[in-house]
């Protein structure tokens, strides 16, 4: 067996689709006799033997007081408009300066660190986003020359909206390094074909080196007899959406102008404040939107199947990227309504397989969406949770890791 270090700046208990998807490869790698270690910037409930925090430096601290501090009502103007514009300026100066990302403060602590660390593994994995995971990945393995493997969940060069960073500034320093951290990586993993294809290309990586590691859920035997029991005959039809909607990667405003006004629908938005803030830009029948703050996994997905009739997901606006929300969502069994914001999004692909996604889009003619809609409460039984585990399930994914 082998001793496998995974380094990735997020991992629990921060929630989100990348922690998710490491803590399920964490586990199924452990569960066939590996020794598993974490190294993460994230700071942990309890100490555990086999997950290293390493003191993230980051002025996170700031940034989320400022945040809450903007978003909350205040009874002076002035107040008001001091939180704001300390915020923006924050983030200014933060967007315009750091490198590779948010992260950088994390990086200063591994390079002061990483003499005590005193690390012993036979492979190394990271896992990215953030970038500056793979950047500590170099720096950690710079002298062990260990077999690194690079799980690469969205872009960092290519990514066209929401950078990551000031291209202005390092659009050279993040090709360089891209490029040879590929160069160094002994497999990389990519979350879907095209993502795969466009990287490839765009860096001439050595296909041998090439995996497709698609995005990875569970199957919950009672949060799908939840979904089986839902009256599907109710109204009215309620959209629920579960995540955060990143500004310049998706937006609600297109799918909120096609749905709206079609029927009896209400929408139920489990989310962040800075999301609500971008949606309610859009609602035009504000009685018809609720908002609710943002839950866990477990009770996101039980909530999933017994409170809404369909879930709503939202497309990115890069065909690289692929929204893991979607097969999350296909692992309850529910009907999933995929608005794609491209002509080329991977999860019309998806859709071929699992007759409960349905993929429209604003070309799409509203009678029919709503004929397509209909039909998707009948598929429910043919949902098959074995297709769905042979193709998602972190066993499937761990298996493409033979070689570890």
């Given at each position: 067996m082998s001793k496998i270090l995974i380094v990735s700046h997020q991992f629990l208990p921060h929630q989100s689709p990348r922690t998710t998807r490491w803590k399920m490869i964490y586990d199924e790698l452990n569960n066939r006799g590996h020794?598993?270690?974490?190294?993460?910037?994230?700071?942990?409930?309890?100490?555990?033997?086999?997950?290293?925090?390493?003191?993230?430096k980051n002025p996170e601290g700031?940034?989320?007081?400022?945040?809450?501090?903007?978003n909350k009502s205040h009874s002076s103007s002035l107040l008001n408009f001091g939180f704001r514009l300390l915020k923006l300026s924050y983030r200014f100066l933060y967007k315009t300066f750091s490198w590779p990302d948010y992260s950088m403060f994390w990086l200063i602590s591994i390079l002061r660190n990483k003499k005590n660390l005193n690390?012993?593994?036979?492979?190394?994995?990271?896992?990215?986003?953030?970038?500056?995971?793979?950047?500590?990945?170099?720096?950690?393995?710079?002298?062990?020359?260990?077999?690194?493997?690079?799980?690469?969940?969205?872009?960092?060069?290519?990514?066209?909206?929401?950078?990551?960073?000031?291209?202005?500034?390092?659009?050279f320093l993040n090709k360089y390094y891209e490029t040879k951290f590929y160069g160094l990586a002994y497999k990389?993993?990519?979350?879907?074909?095209?993502?795969?294809?466009?990287?490839?290309?765009y860096f001439n990586i050595?296909?041998?080196?090439?995996?497709?590691?698609?995005?990875?859920?569970s199957f919950d035997e009672e949060v799908f007899k939840l979904?089986?029991?839902?009256?599907?005959?109710?109204?009215?039809?309620?959209?629920?959406y579960f995540g955060v909607l990143t500004k310049g990667v998706r937006s609600s405003k297109n799918v909120l102008n096609y749905i709206e006004d079609?029927?009896?629908?209400?929408?139920?938005?489990?989310?962040?404040?800075?999301?609500?803030?971008e949606i309610s830009k859009h609602m035009r029948q504000k009685n018809n939107h609720e908002f609710l703050n943002m839950v866990s996994r477990s009770e996101a997905l039980k909530i999933m199947a017994s409170s809404t009739h369909c879930l709503l997901s939202i497309g990115n606006k890069n065909s690289a990227q692929l929204p893991s929300k979607v097969i999350e969502y296909l692992s309850t069994g529910k009907p999933v309504v995929h608005f794609a914001e491209i002509e080329n999004d991977p999860v019309f692909e998806i859709s071929k397989k699992y007759p409960n996604l349905l993929v429209i889009s604003k070309e799409l003619d509203k009678e029919e969406f709503i004929n397509k809609l209909n039909n998707l409460f009948v598929n429910i039984y043919n949902f098959s949770s074995e297709t769905f585990l042979e193709e998602y399930s972190p066993r499937t994914l761990v298996n493409q890791l033979d070689f570890i």
């Open positions: 020794e598993v270690m974490i190294l993460t910037g994230t700071p942990q409930e309890e100490k555990k033997e086999n997950i290293i925090y390493v003191g993230n700031v940034v989320e007081n400022l945040r809450k501090g903007s690390l012993d593994y036979d492979y190394l994995i990271s896992v990215s986003l953030p970038f500056s995971s793979h950047v500590a990945a170099y720096i950690l393995n710079k002298k062990n020359k260990k077999k690194w493997i690079m799980d690469v969940g969205d872009p960092f060069l290519l990514k066209k909206n929401a950078r990551e960073n000031n291209h202005f500034i390092y659009f990389i993993l990519f979350t879907h074909k095209e993502s795969l294809e466009t990287h490839s290309s050595d296909k041998e080196k090439l995996i497709v590691g698609k995005p990875i859920s979904t089986l029991s839902y009256d599907y005959l109710s109204s009215p039809i309620i959209f629920g079609l029927g009896d629908f209400k929408f139920k938005w489990f989310t962040n404040p800075d999301s609500k803030i």
